[in-house]
Structure formats: structure tokens, C-alpha cells
């Protein structure tokens, strides 16, 4: 898809699940869902409802870590769009300071070991604003 098809600069992903009653050996059951038995996916996308790339949770089966999961199905998403400006958007679900730290860090010279900000209301906003 990557050779045919060139994606616009925001992207976000989001997690879907697709209705599956049947016999699966990484089926999920979220309480909380319309669809309460399914199989979990995490999806990249454009805003006009493009899908780009899909990856099936598939439980304790899988290669990711429980810990580090959310982490690593973004980046194994993003591999690709990572230091081409694009810009993603998630939920607060996905966010943590390992994520953060691992998109943030690939547009940080190395010439310049600190940040400096000009005052402390102004430094999430631009750090925020770092296109990935």
C-alpha cells in the first residue's frame, strides 16, 4: 500500500473490534463494549476514514509484552511514518512517558541536549507540537 497509495500528514489510531462468536483462540470479551465478544484490533487511519495499517491483538499468544504493549503497537504501526512529519493522534488509552519519549526523541539534536523553553505554561504546547 505504501507504494501506491501516499497517506495525508495526520493519521490516528484507534482500536476497533470485529464481531466474532465463533470458535478463536484470541477472541476478547470487553465488558464494556456493544460488541462484547470479538477479536480486538488496532487500527491506523486517516481522518477521511482511510484504514492504513491493521494489527490483531491476539492476547497472551502474542509477541508484545503487557507492559509495553500499547508502546510497541504504535511504533510497529508507525514504522514507517516515524521522522517524516506526519503528525498522530490517540487517545489517552495509548499515552505514556516511554511512548512519548521514543517519538519525541528521533527530533532532538544532538547538539542540543536540553530543551530550553521561554516559560513553563508555553513548554507542553510546544512540546506537543514536535511533528513525528
Partial sequence: ?????????????DEAIVLW?????FRQYIKNKRHRYG????ELSEPNGIVLRVKIYAGKYN???AR??????ILALM???LNSGYELFMD?????VDLAKNLTMS???KSQPQWKFSDETNAKAELFRIKI
Fill in 1 to 13: 500500500m505504501d507504494r501506491i497509495y501516499k497517506p495525508e500528514r495526520k493519521l490516528s489510531i
Fill in 68 to 73: 509495553n504493549r500499547t508502546s510497541n503497537v
Fill in 39 to 42: 477479536i480486538q484490533l488496532y
Fill in 92 to 96: 489517552n488509552y495509548y499515552n505514556s
Fill in 79 to 81: 514504522d514507517g511514518f
Fill in 107 to 109: 527530533q532532538l539534536k
Fill in 21 to 25: 462468536r465463533g470458535r478463536c483462540i
Fill in 63 to 65: 509477541d508484545l509484552s
